[in-house]
């Protein structure tokens, strides 16, 4: 993995198909399907995770996640939303 706008999931049968974050409904729309069937956890932790590596190598600002979240974010409920501003918050606090 290069990047969170290039990240590869592990769990893909197919290693080269990425998943590119300067589209965030298309990124959005390939890691709902990527992970459907697992739980909410183990999607988080996989996100927060990449964007975690993403931030400390430089390779995510604050306007790329505010960008990714303004996009999904009507997509969700008052609690997912609630959920998504603290993921927000907390990728944006790494330096």
């Known amino acids: 993995m290069k990047d969170f706008n290039t990240f590869t999931s592990e769990n893909k049968t197919t290693k080269s198909e990425t998943i590119d974050f300067s589209n965030p409904m298309q990124a959005f729309a390939k890691l709902a399907s990527e992970y459907e069937g697992k739980s909410a956890d183990e999607i988080m932790s996989a996100i927060i995770k990449q964007a975690e590596i993403s931030r400390k ?3 995510l600002s604050d ?6 979240a ?3 974010a009507p997509l969700l409920n008052s609690s997912q939303r609630k959920m998504l501003q603290s993921v927000v918050d907390r990728l944006k606090s790494i330096k």
């Open 63 to 68: 306007g790329d996640i505010d960008n990714f």
């Open 57 to 59: 190598n430089g390779t």
């Open 70 to 72: 303004s996009s999904v």
